[in-house]
């Protein structure tokens, strides 16, 4: 049976893909937009309806200070062992062609009724929601999650048992991405009838 939702639907998940910030054009994403993309983020199923999510929305010149951030932090820290210099240059400008910056966070709950794995399961379809969204909208985006991520809580105020998941990306680009190869989905999939 065919339903133009479910037909919709499909095309906006099979297209979606990652967009780097080498790939964004200099051109705002409006607040709204971005609102939009956080409703459907809350819509995200959760079990217990924690809704573990948090997000931080960083523009203008706060991107620039979580580039400095992060590529200082990367600096100290690494130095020495695995530091490379392109790495670092890159935690530096990522953010500043970025349109805006999400932080990906994960608030605990306080008495802990569910274990970990199962509110980290959450933002990540939070994150799923907000992906297809901007796709939808024209709008490439894609979850970074280097080890600086860890620090975090140096960059912005975080409360007790909350922690960074990572960064989503965000910036208008011209040039539509060939899709990945990926194994066919019958690889991963096994029916029992019986
Ligand atoms: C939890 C998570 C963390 C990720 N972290 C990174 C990252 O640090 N660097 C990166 O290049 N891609 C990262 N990605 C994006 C994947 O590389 C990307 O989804 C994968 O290559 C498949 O490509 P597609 O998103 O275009 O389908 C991450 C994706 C997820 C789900």
């Known amino acids: ?10 095309e906006v998940i099979r297209s979606r893909r990652s967009i780097f910030p080498a790939q964004y054009i200099d051109k705002e994403i409006s607040d709204d937009l971005i609102r939009e993309m956080l409703e459907n983020a809350n819509c995200a199923p959760n079990h217990k309806l924690t809704q573990p999510w948090r997000f931080k929305v960083l523009k203008s010149s706060a991107k620039g200070r979580l580039g400095d951030f ?3 932090k990367y600096k100290e820290e690494f130095v020495g062992q695995k530091f490379l210099e392109k790495k670092y240059q890159k935690l530096q400008s990522n953010p500043r ?7 990906i966070c994960m608030q605990r709950d306080p008495d ?10 959450a933002v990540a379809t939070a994150v799923q929601n907000m992906w297809l969204s901007s796709h939808a909208y024209g709008i490439g985006s894609y979850w970074s ?11 912005i105020e975080m409360n007790e048992g909350e922690k ?15 899709m990945p190869k990926r194994e066919n989905s019958l690889s991963r999939v096994e029916w029992i009838m019986e």
């Open 112 to 121: 802990e009724r569910l274990p970990e794995w199962e509110e980290l399961a």
């Open 70 to 72: 992060m590529a200082k």
């Open 97 to 103: 062609r970025a349109a805006a910056i999400i932080l």
């Open 145 to 155: 999650s280097p080890s600086v991520i860890n620090y975090m809580n140096e960059f």
């Open 1 to 10: 049976m065919r339903s133009e939702k479910a037909d919709l639907l499909n």
């Open 164 to 178: 960074c998941l990572g960064l989503f990306y965000m910036g208008y680009y011209d040039e539509q991405q060939p």
